[in-house]
């Protein structure tokens, strides 16, 4: 089992930056796809941003390729989703997942409580 505790959501302005963490408990992810994923009011969940199992591999959506970057502390179980440039139009709950499937389409089989991105214009 993988517990997953996510955090770092908060409000800002557009042009601004956060930094949300996604930290494992139970079980070292180190080999473990680790994605995140967000949700907006109404619309489905859409992969962000992704690590492969080897933990060599990353992927993005192109909606936040070059604004947001992903990256991994093994050492405190961590994984980290740097949000640059934040635009309106990523408010959602985003959520980490980890699984043992491929970065973009799973499947995941642990997930995060979420937390909460608004971006004011």
């Known amino acids: 089992q993988v517990q997953l505790e996510d955090s770092g959501g908060g409000l800002v302005q557009a042009g601004g930056s956060l930094r949300l963490s996604c930290a494992a408990s139970?079980?070292?992810?180190?080999?473990?796809?680790i994605g995140w994923f967000r949700q907006a009011p109404g619309k489905e969940r859409e992969f962000v941003a992704g690590?492969?199992?080897?933990?060599?591999?990353?992927g993005y959506a192109n909606a936040v390729k070059g604004r947001f970057t992903i990256s991994r502390d093994n050492a405190k179980n961590t994984v980290y989703l740097q949000m640059n440039s934040l635009k309106p139009e990523d408010t959602a709950v985003y959520y980490c997942?980890?699984?043992?499937?491929?970065?973009?389409?799973?499947?995941?089989?642990?997930w995060g409580q979420g937390t909460q991105v608004t971006v004011s214009s």
């Open positions: 690590f492969s199992g080897n933990g060599v591999s990353t």
């Open positions: 997942a980890a699984g043992r499937g491929t970065v973009r389409n799973g499947p995941y089989d642990y």
């Open positions: 139970g079980r070292t992810f180190s080999n473990y796809a």
